[in-house]
């Protein structure tokens, strides 16, 4: 009957008909810093500067190279007048390809300090590492920035993700270095770099090794053996080609993590901090599968509360690490270190608190993210946050709490739906939660959710990952 039909498609509602209220460019008023929209993926800095300083002079640059977009401060608000006048009668290209030119709501870049004034003798910057696919120590960044201008000290952190910061010998070689990096691939398709100056005028270094260096203090001790810059090993699951994605700025891949880590290389994470009852094979598959491939995963009986889960190569388990460790889920925090075991065996199986068994081969799921470079390089490794990027979402569905009220998971506070082509079969956009943790949750449980819509021969699988943005 109709009413069953309505009862139906309530049932499999998941994204609401609201329309996402974006501000209208047309109405921004002229402003010095110009959105520029249409970047091709190679571009870097130095081409937008290139290409726009014809208008007039440009003071700040910021890169947002996922969006393929970027902000350009303009001296003077004439400037900004001429760019984007002139791009809307004629194309303006960047580096090959068109680009598209509005006002910004914003009237200066905000930036860490002033340092973009030559006079400031600021020489250091802060480099931000997106999509980190592969670890990033200082014998790599030494390489991707001394040819440009010499460096003096490399400091490596991860408060926010993957960061760095660079000291080089001058501010001119510090700005070269931002004009020629700013938006580039440390490696094809992925450690993107975004690029600042940053607050500290000059790093402090202790010790040399992976994640610190002085190379004006040769006889600091390094602890572990240098990381080699050689390609990629053979036996990975996962080997960028320049078939597979265009070159960038390219440079070797480093043969080990073992260094980077501090443990033994192995592609098998020890998960301790559990709910038991709460988690399960599934859920761990949820949000693990956001920075590698899963093979297995493992409960252990005589561990409560501990999980081995076997990933695609110990690449993968890196970046679980980063991202995941101390983090936490349903009110427990998280422990994530390297196995000393090489595989998951499925010995000792049993059922977990809610009934599923303590053993799951994902092998051969859909679901995995990395089984292609391709498919790769397309992921954004991120950090948990309290935004969520959905996808894979029918359209004419509706946001409801329904499936947060269903699987007694926190609702969102906000959302947005990006524009889909009218052909397009699926639509996505953002969820804004109240934290971080409410949206590890949401992701844990609702990740690959299956979405059925009447007279639909095939479900939906929702897919989730955390967003780059920190709200909306």
Not at 60 to 86: G, I, N, T
Not at 109 to 129: E, M, Q, Y
Not at 436 to 450: G, M, P
Request: glycine share 6%.
């Amino acid at each position: 009957s109709e009413r069953e039909r309505e009862r139906e498609r309530s049932n499999c509602c998941l994204l609401c008909g609201l329309q996402d209220n974006g501000e209208d460019s047309h109405r921004i008023s002229p402003s010095p810093v110009v959105h520029v929209r249409g970047l091709c993926e190679a571009v870097v800095e130095a081409d937008l500067i290139d290409a726009l300083e014809k208008f007039g002079s440009i003071c700040y640059v910021m890169m947002m190279p996922f969006k393929r977009q970027a902000l350009v401060e303009f001296s003077a608000v004439e400037s900004a007048d001429r760019c984007v006048s002139c791009g809307a009668k004629e194309p303006v290209y960047i580096a090959g390809q068109q680009a598209y030119f509005n006002y910004s709501t914003s009237k200066r870049i905000t930036r860490p300090t002033n340092a973009d004034n030559p006079n400031s003798g600021n020489k250091v910057l802060l480099l931000s590492i997106q999509n980190p696919l592969y670890p990033i120590t200082t014998d790599v960044l030494y390489t991707v920035c001394n040819p440009i201008g010499s460096v003096l000290r490399i400091v490596i952190f991860k408060r926010n993700g993957i960061q760095a910061m660079v000291e080089f010998e001058s501010i001119q070689c510090a700005q070269k270095a931002k004009a020629a990096l700013n938006g580039a691939d440390i490696y094809a398709g992925c450690c993107t770099l975004k690029i600042e100056y940053a607050r500290p005028t000059r790093l402090n270094v202790i010790k040399n090794d992976n994640e610190s260096w002085d190379y004006t203090k040769p006889y600091l001790v390094r602890r572990g053996p240098p990381c080699p810059l050689l390609p990629l090993p053979g036996n990975s699951r996962y080997k960028l080609t320049s078939v597979d994605v265009p070159d960038m700025v390219s440079y070797p891949l480093p043969q080990s993590s073992s260094s980077y880590s501090g443990h033994a290389p192995s592609s098998v994470a020890m998960v301790s901090g559990l709910h038991s009852s709460k988690m399960n094979c599934t859920r761990i598959f949820n949000l693990f599968c956001l920075y590698g491939n899963i093979e297995k995963v493992k409960f252990m009986k005589s561990v409560p509360g501990t999980a081995l889960v076997e990933m695609g190569d110990e690449y993968a388990v890196d970046r679980a690490i980063t991202h995941l460790n101390s983090i936490k889920v349903f009110g427990k925090r998280l422990n994530v270190c390297v196995s000393k075991q090489h595989a998951v065996i499925p010995s000792q199986v049993f059922e977990l608190e809610d009934g599923s068994s303590s053993y799951k081969d994902f092998a051969m799921t859909r679901n995995n993210r990395f089984s292609s470079a391709g498919q790769a390089s397309k992921n954004i490794i991120q950090p948990p946050s309290a935004v969520l990027h959905y996808y894979n979402v029918p359209p004419l569905l509706c946001v409801s709490f329904q499936l947060c009220t269903e699987y007694d998971v926190p609702g969102f506070v906000k959302f947005k739906m990006f524009d889909a082509k009218p052909s397009s079969k699926t639509i996505s956009g953002l969820l804004e939660f109240d934290s971080k943790t409410e949206a590890v949750e949401v992701l844990t449980v609702l990740n690959h959710y299956q979405i059925r819509i009447p007279n639909g021969s095939n479900p939906y699988t929702l897919k989730l990952c955390f967003s780059t943005s920190s709200h909306l």
